[in-house]
């Protein structure tokens, strides 16, 4: 297990983190339990990191929980935030393979992914789907650092 801070300066985009409290899973008939066990228990796909700037919150991270779609277009996406110096355990659990596709975008100043594909048509195919402005697609493996920053 690592830390937020370990997560924002080590894991790449599209990287899939789990979190926990390390507290345990109630059991499913504990419905209002396990709903707040959910909230800091999970896992999901790193689509944003946020620099900390003048007059702002310390740097954070945004994690993909999932997408809400109609007949095979986006309409929604469940993002959670986390800031560095949040106190529950991360994992990076799986890291995108070599020649993955990512669909990114760029909001105020930062990388966003929108989509991970398996290889340049499917991304190519998500987008004619899914209309973004700013759009750009970047092959895993082919950027010089994959996010990776001194700690």
């Known amino acids: 297990m690592a830390t937020a801070r370990h997560i924002f300066h080590h894991a790449v985009l599209s990287a899939l983190i789990r979190f926990s409290d390390g507290k345990p899973r109630p059991p499913e008939r504990f419905r209002r339990k396990l709903a707040l066990w959910q909230q800091t228990n999970g896992e999901g796909r790193l689509v944003q990191k946020v620099p900390e700037r003048a007059f702002s919150p310390p740097s954070e991270f945004a994690l993909r929980m ?50 991970l594909a398996p290889d340049m048509a499917s991304a190519q195919a998500w987008m004619a789907r899914n209309a973004h402005g700013g759009l750009r697609l970047e092959i895993v493996g082919e950027t010089p650092s994959e996010g990776r920053d001194a700690a």
């Open 66 to 115: 999932g997408d809400f779609s109609s007949e095979g277009v986006v309409v929604m996406m469940s993002n959670i935030t986390w800031r560095i110096d949040c106190t529950l355990h991360f994992e990076i659990v799986e890291e995108p393979a070599p020649g993955m596709v990512r669909v990114l975008t760029s909001f105020t100043g930062n990388d966003e992914l929108l989509h």
